[in-house]
């Protein structure tokens, strides 16, 4: 599976997405880390585009950040949205603030992610359900939220359940 891990944070450290590309990349996959750093608030339209670009072929998007990206976390999910990527959110904004982070992403890791996003990820290439925020999971599932299958992506067959939260 091709994943990209992204950090929205002003510096370049991303330790969580720099730890989860080595556990991916230990287990055969593919891994792409792109840094947006900034300073500003939210990022230009010409950076999104180029984002957008950098997530060609991309099955899975893994967003990590502290509180102080989360708004360019937001921005970056919204604009990818349309383009039926595989989302996770996680971080320590994340991890403190589950519930107004579902409405952005298709799952929410709380707390460490390396046996998290594995488990996703078995789970999006055999074609079964993951069930996000059952008893000691560390993924969150927002009050509201509705299951529903969606198709594989280009490259899969079968189809996958996960929550839909927001808008």
Not at 47 to 58: N, Q, R
Not at 63 to 87: D, Y
Not at 120 to 140: D, K, T, V, Y
Request: hydrophobic share 40%; charged share 25%.
């Amino acid at each position: 599976m091709n994943i990209a891990l992204l950090s929205t944070d002003a510096d370049r450290w991303g330790l969580g997405i720099r730890l989860l590309s080595t556990v991916l990349k230990e287990s055969g996959h593919s891994t792409k880390l792109i840094f947006l750093s900034s300073e500003d608030a939210s990022y230009s339209q010409g950076v999104l585009e180029a984002t957008k670009e950098l997530l060609s072929g991309v099955d899975l998007v893994g967003i990590g950040c502290l509180s102080r990206g989360a708004s360019r976390a937001i921005q970056l999910l919204r604009t990818i949205r349309p383009l039926r990527k595989f989302t996770v959110w996680g971080g320590l904004h994340a991890t403190l603030n589950p519930e107004s982070c579902a409405k952005e992403a298709d799952i929410i890791c709380r707390g460490e992610g390396e046996d998290l996003i594995l488990e996703l990820i078995r789970n999006l290439e055999n074609g079964h359900a993951f069930s996000a925020g059952r008893p000691g999971s560390r993924s969150w599932r927002a009050p509201g939220c509705r299951w529903f299958d969606e198709p594989m992506g280009r490259n899969m067959s079968g189809s996958i359940r996960f929550e839909a939260c927001g808008g």
